[in-house]
């Protein structure tokens, strides 16, 4: 959802002040956090309660923001079980003032047409037949076995004896078992 900073303003309202320019954030990955120092310069501590750190980490939680400057730093998301809310704790002036932001993240909103997308009842064995065959590497034996398929139909029906008709059994029943044991 957010890709725009995370704004807190330091100092604004006096020295060592903390004002979120948000009452809550929520983002479906990575996200930055933007410090915009209205004073003097200031070190600013900052961290993630247990519930939030559980999918988010910072690089760093100490910053120093320089007078009059703004200072960002990414809060690293990883994958994991969707929604989690937790709190981002900001401290300035070294325990002087302290502030809890509230950021949730959310799973990403899918992407695609809507023909594309899953809702979240659908399962993997709603997929159509051809999108489950394992293709990536059966793909030659699909064609040989077809290949062998029409030269022993092919010569079945040309020669007609017994013998090739107790071949063309054979290749059946061969190709038969290799796309069982590739498909099972």
């Not at 004073?39 to 309660?49: E, I, K, S």
């Not at 809507?114 to 159509?128: I, L, N, Q």
Request: with cysteine.
């Amino acid at each position: 959802m957010a890709r725009d900073p995370l704004p807190i303003d330091i100092s604004k309202d006096g020295l060592h002040s903390i004002d979120s320019a948000v009452d809550s954030f929520e983002s479906t990955g990575p996200f930055t956090v933007s410090l915009r120092n209205h004073g003097r310069a200031v070190h600013v501590h900052c961290n993630l309660d247990d519930d939030l750190a559980r999918v988010a980490s910072l690089p760093e939680t100490n910053h120093f923001v320089e007078t009059d400057s703004e200072l960002t730093f990414p809060v690293d998301v990883q994958t994991g079980q969707r929604p989690v809310s937790g709190r981002l704790k900001i401290v300035t002036g070294y325990g002087a003032e302290e502030q809890y932001i509230p950021v949730t993240i959310t799973e990403p909103k899918p992407v695609g047409p809507p023909s594309e997308r899953k809702t979240a009842g659908e399962s993997d064995s709603e997929e159509s037949s051809l999108d489950s065959l394992p293709l990536d590497g059966s793909l030659p034996v699909l064609v040989l076995a077809g290949i062998a398929l029409a030269i022993a139909l092919g010569a079945a029906a040309t020669l007609g004896s017994l013998e090739v008709l107790f071949g063309v059994g054979v290749v059946v029943v061969g190709v038969a078992v290799a796309l069982w044991i590739l498909f099972a």
